[in-house]
């Protein structure tokens, strides 16, 4: 009883967070701010990221924004990690990978343009005490080599351990992330198979295959973009037995000739119905809006609240993305309008 209650509790507090999403009228509203200063202060006063910008800087630009609002998204995931770890669930694990993830790219990022010493370890206690990554350790990195040294005794020094001699090469880094990428996705699905509701593992695996799909499609279509990578470079992005695509598909997108190819190979898959409803432009964007999609519809009418979380925690970071797009808009003097068409989500 004690466990079916903290599910319930998860569910509860996702809906709950979910409910006091951004609404269309926020987004008018932020799209006509004409300064940083005076978005920074519509977010503090007219939206439910007002804690999160309480200790507002008199001239703060878009880093610190941006700063701010991937730190509130990280928040969000500490909540519902901890209502998860108390009903005996391990997919805690996966957001703190997820996470830890995201912070080696960014000091990896800095490495390449040669300034380590920006980076800033700032996490949530949950994450500081669940990480494998000694994060004192992380903020003194100035080489690739200290990186290494600093993930001793993790599976991530491994990972990284290969791109010693040339990370900064051109065309490492989409190497490096696709590899942290699919350790992060493993891990993922060796945590929805050590689960304990064999029952509900399916919801789990449709938000998933669905996202690793949306990933292959989005990489492929971009390697094409600008080269001809190695077929074998492109079915590399997928990682075995989670995915809607059948051999066909996956044969037929490894061995695409161009981006275009691509596109054209979309509809005559199990995505055909999705695709069909979104106006593509940019493959991030219709990739995302089939996304968003499939992740909203698995948030109001699945029953797993491991799947629940995975697709609400999808949805802020969304939502996180949008409000980043306005910042770049107000700040390269973007027209609302303009940067409202690569808003994906605000109407709903």
Known sequence: MAVSYAD??????????????????????????????????????????????????????????????????????????EYQL???EIFYRYFVVQNDIRQLMTIIQLLIIGKPEKYLSSLPPFFNSKTDIDLYELAKVRSYSDLLKALEHTDYKKILERYRDNYSDDGMFILIENDLNKYRFSFLVKSIKLSKDRRKKKEIYETVNYRLDMYM??????LLNFGSPNKMFIRDFSVPGCTNFTEKDLTAISEAKNATDIVNIIPNTYYKKDFSKVDFKYIENATREMLIGQQLKGFRYYTNPTAVMLCYLFLAENEVRNIIHIVEAIKYNIPADKARSVLIGAES
Request: proline fraction near 1%; charge should be positive; charged fraction near 30%.
């Open 86 to 88: 108390s009903a005996g």
């Open 8 to 81: 319930n509790a998860v569910m509860a507090k996702a809906h709950a967070m979910y409910g006091k999403r951004l609404t269309k009228e926020n987004y008018n509203d932020m799209l006509n701010c004409k300064s940083l200063v005076e978005l920074a202060n519509y977010l503090k006063t007219r939206t439910y990221y007002r804690s999160d910008f309480d200790a507002l800087p008199t001239n703060i630009d878009s880093a610190q924004i941006e700063e701010i609002l991937k730190m509130s998204l990280l928040k969000k995931s500490e909540k519902l990690c």
């Open 217 to 222: 499609l989005t990489r492929a279509y971009r």
